[in-house]
């Protein structure tokens, strides 16, 4: 059974031909499904179930009703393929279900209206063509988890990569701003230190400079003291 393209599509969007694996059978003349009201009349009907109590089996995950709804609907058209020629358990379980798989009554109506239409049908034939039927959902079943688990494992590899790249980035730069702190931290020290480094050198300029300009002065007049005396002394 190949229905994977039914519900399991590629990266990039395209889906496989389904292509059905039949089970060998001997040949034989055709026979007519299950009648329905359109066709015949049958001699009895089944009552229809007011709701229809298959056992439903509960993840232990969460699991979205629009995901379910769909993979349900694809699992039902699966096994609409699967449906062999003639009258075979497809359309004993389509008659079963219809009327309320919880009424046991129900399987006998079913059988003695499935033996009416072939005389072949037994317990041990239906029971054998059900686990034909289950044997290849599973096979697509197994097939989607398999393919399932595939893209999964690169996801978390690829979620794993993503996260040492971001982890080792997020490491180098706490690096460099511990780095960045430091020197920032020094150029505060430095410039609260710099008055006291420059001060003392300056004060000596400035004193020398003063002193430079108290010599001059003190020394230029005396200069012109003694200039004027000279103009006013000597004859």
């Not at 699992?75 to 003639?86: A, H, I, K």
């Amino acid at each position: 059974m190949n229905l994977k393209s039914l519900f399991f599509t590629d990266a990039e969007g395209t889906s496989e031909t389904p292509n059905v694996e039949q089970p060998v059978q001997p040949v034989q003349q055709p026979i007519n499904k299950f009648p329905t009201a359109e066709t015949t009349t049958p001699a009895f009907t089944f009552p229809q179930a007011t709701q229809q109590a298959t056992p439903m089996f509960v993840p232990n995950v969460s699991v979205a009703q629009e995901h379910l709804e769909k993979t349900l609907e694809l699992y039902q058209q699966g096994f609409d393929s699967l449906n062999q020629p003639g009258y075979d358990f497809y359309e004993y379980y389509q008659a079963v279900v219809s009327a309320g798989v919880d009424n046991p009554q129900i399987y006998q109506m079913a059988f003695t209206m499935a033996s009416a239409m072939d005389k072949t049908i037994t317990k041990d034939k239906l029971v054998q063509q059900s686990d034909f039927y289950i044997s290849e959902i599973t096979k697509v079943h197994t097939n989607y988890v398999e393919k399932g688990n595939v893209k999964k494992q690169e996801l978390i590899q690829q979620k794993s990569h993503e996260n040492e790249s971001l982890v080792g980035e997020l490491d180098l730069m706490r690096q460099q701003l511990e780095a960045l702190k430091t020197q920032i931290a020094d150029r505060e020290n430095k410039l609260q230190a710099i008055d006291g480094k420059y001060g003392p050198k300056l004060v000596e300029i400035e004193g020398k400079l003063a002193a430079n300009d108290l010599a001059k002065e003190t020394m230029v007049n005396s200069i012109e003291k003694v200039k004027q005396g000279i103009i006013n002394n000597l004859k």
